[in-house]
């Protein structure tokens, strides 16, 4: 399965939107947060898990994707939100803690939850894997059309969650599709170290369940084995496992020292940086010209300054709103 | 004392140390968790630790919190002496049986023959933003269950203390440390958290409050970093002429409800301040073990100051809002005295 033009386009549009977004937001981090770096300051407080280098994963996945079919992203979960529609003012909004965020500030990055696509997130490892099933077996109960994909991170194959949901989905046949996104760390612990298979495709035959290994970070490459997955899931067939290579070009949280990683690791991934050689491709490949490029470009860092304009310029939430919202 | 006993800790460099020391004396001692190793955890409490006890002791985990806290139940049945960490209180979620229905309820079901000398290390707390899954302090849900003793220090010696008597203890402890308390830079941090603490082996019993200022006109009670806004409050109180009294728990299980009781009967007036949720937990058993002792002690009704009974939100001026503070402690106690 090969994306059409259109969708190599799309494709990267939305790896760019996703890339200058995380490079804002890096910026901004800091505001109020030098010379003494403390966590609680500036416009965005808290911790902050930025997505560089992953965005391939988001846009081969969500290339297949409509606004009914459901995602659940992890705590690292701004590319997959792009990629799935969420809406940029209100997300960036949310993560400044704004009125106009998607929940008013009440949840902030780790917490995005858009309704309007069918995406939610949840900053406990693992933990999206169950909502994932369950809206996938929504689906089929209901006789709806809809396949559920949950994004997590390699480490959270480790997890109780991990085993329970795969199976449960595999013995319902859910329409449903787990995406792993090996950027080989878990914070300071190498896949490695704490996983002992190196890859966990290989998992999927202990659920009866076809189980895939997407090497490259190679959002074309993914696009093909994912479509696979949903197309089988779409027809009734139930659940796929795949892992997907990919790499965080930043640390595992802004302040992070990455001392745990080898020396060289970093300059060798940048080299790698997947949107660089998407954008390379396009043109060898005569998807698209330069021009053509220059203006998805310009439009993306566009659309992120104006997310950002309306993020800075919307009202803090009132603080007795903590109060509300608690109940339906 | 010796020069040495002037230096200040941390709670996180205190933590470690007490850990190095016990594992230097006993080989049985040794660590699990996320992020222990090499990065020293997230909070500091094992920095150093891998560097001198090596891969073996020291155990980076994978993301299997179920796994590594059995397994520290089964290590400690089987003579071993583990401290695990769950690197965030609000993750016992995913873990939670292991915690209550295996390491807290084991010792009882062999009659108390059995030994399960660990303990269960997590950080508590919020105040920086971190939403509602990272911000939770939860001492009243681990502190109901029955089998655990838990323990919350609010400064670096008592810190140093407790984990040292919760290592040597055959029972299973719980030690929750505040973020705000732990000295990471990157957090801010309370300066009144890092105080002098010995060099050489020391406990603290568990199961023992200190007052740590005297008073007779109201009783502060509180635990962590609580304890800090109570200790400002009682400063501006005494700018009043209010001599506070104020009551460091230290420990939660078991509660020194004689020191809570013998103060209060002193000065009739209670205040507990606590960042776990305001229902069912810490405030009100501090309260109830007043008044169901001796009502009559009390000149005014008991206030407590405590995180509403809501999920902790991103946005600063939420939070803040829902937090206890001195502001509040000052306006409950202006409450209690007009009343
Ligand atoms: C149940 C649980 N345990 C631990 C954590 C702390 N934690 C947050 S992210 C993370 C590492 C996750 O690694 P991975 O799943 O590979 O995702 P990545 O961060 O690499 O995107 C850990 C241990 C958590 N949020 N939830």
């Known amino acids: 399965m090969q994306p059409s033009r259109e969708q190599k386009l799309w494709m990267y549009e939305h790896m760019v939107l996703s890339r200058r977004c995380e490079e804002q937001i890096a910026k901004i981090y800091f505001e109020g947060k030098t010379p003494v770096f403390n966590m609680a300051n500036g416009p965005i407080p808290g911790e902050m898990h930025l997505s560089d280098g992953q965005e391939p994963v988001a846009v081969g996945v969500c290339a297949h994707l409509d606004a009914e079919d459901i995602v659940t992203a992890t705590h690292r979960p701004h590319h997959q939100a792009i990629a799935k529609g969420v809406d940029l003012n209100k997300m960036m909004a949310e993560i400044f803690g704004k009125s106009t965020g998607l929940s008013g500030g009440r949840g902030g990055h780790m917490h995005l939850f858009d309704p309007a696509v069918n995406f939610g997130c949840s900053g406990i490892v693992g933990q999206g894997l169950g909502p994932a099933v369950g809206a996938a077996l929504s689906r089929k109960m209901q006789g709806k059309p809809g396949v559920a994909v949950a994004f997590i991170g390699e480490g959270a194959s480790n997890q109780g969650a991990f085993h329970e949901a795969m199976n449960l989905a595999a013995v319902w046949k859910v329409p449903f599709i787990c995406v792993i996104e090996d950027n080989a760390w878990g914070i300071s612990v190498s896949k490695r170290a704490s996983t002992s298979v190196p890859r966990n495709d290989v998992r999927g035959a202990s659920y009866g369940i076809p189980g895939h290994y997407v090497e490259g970070n190679d959002p074309y490459r993914i696009y093909d084995v994912v479509g696979e997955a949903i197309a089988r899931a779409r027809a009734g067939e139930g659940p796929s496992l795949i892992e997907v290579e990919t790499f965080r070009l930043a640390g595992h949280f802004m302040g992070d020292a990455e001392a745990y990683r080898p020396k060289g690791e970093k300059d060798a991934l940048l080299e790698r940086d997947p949107i660089p050689k998407m954008r390379s491709r396009l043109i060898e490949d005569g998807d698209a010209s330069e021009d053509e490029l220059n203006s998805i470009e310009k439009k993306a860092e566009e659309r992120i300054a104006e997310a950002i304009k309306f993020a800075r310029e919307s009202a803090d939430p009132r603080p007795e709103d903590a109060l509300t919202a608690v109940f339906a | ?339």
């Open chain 2, 1 to 339: 004392m010796t020069e040495s006993n002037d230096r200040k800790l941390t709670i996180a460099r205190a933590m470690a140390e007490s850990v190095a020391q016990e594992m230097r004396a006993d080989e049985r001692v040794f660590v699990m968790g996320e992020d222990i190793g090499a990065l020293g955890g997230v909070y500091g409490n094992t920095r150093g630790l891998l560097e001198e006890f090596g891969d073996e002791r020291i155990r980076d985990t994978p993301i299997s919190e179920t796994a590594f806290i059995g397994a520290a139940v089964g290590a400690a049945q089987d003579g071993m002496r583990p401290v695990v960490e769950l690197m965030f209180v609000d993750f016992f979620g995913v873990c939670f049986d292991a915690i209550y229905n295996l390491m807290a309820k084991n010792i009882y079901f062999y009659g108390g023959s059995l030994k399960v000398p660990m303990v269960l290390m997590t950080s508590t707390g919020g105040g920086y933003s971190d939403g509602g899954q990272h911000s939770q302090c939860l001492y009243g849900t681990f502190a109901h269950l029955p089998g655990m003793k838990v323990v919350a220090p609010s400064n670096a010696y008592d810190a140093k203390g407790l984990m040292t008597a919760a290592i040597r203890d055959d029972s299973p402890v719980v030690f929750m440390y505040h973020k705000r308390l732990q000295g990471m830079g990157w957090l801010g941090t309370e300066a009144g958290a890092t105080v002098k603490t010995p060099e050489e082996s020391y406990t603290v019993e568990i199961g023992k409050a200190a007052v740590v200022r005297e008073g007779a006109d109201v009783t502060i009670v509180s635990l962590g970093l609580g304890v800090h806004h109570a200790l400002k409050a009682a400063e501006q109180l005494s700018q009043e002429g209010t001599d506070a009294e104020v009551i460091d728990l230290r420990s939660l299980v078991p509660l020194d409800r004689e020191t809570i009781r013998k103060s209060v009967a002193k000065t009739g007036r209670l205040i507990v301040v606590d960042e776990d949720y305001h229902s069912y937990g810490v405030s009100g058993e501090v309260i109830a073990s007043v008044v169901e002792h001796d009502v009559s002690v009390l000149k005014a009704s008991p206030a407590r100051v405590a995180y509403p009974d809501v999920p902790i939100p991103f946005e600063r001026g939420m939070e803040q809002f829902c937090l206890p503070n001195v502001e509040k402690i000052l306006a409950a106690y202006q409450e209690m005295k007009s009343a």
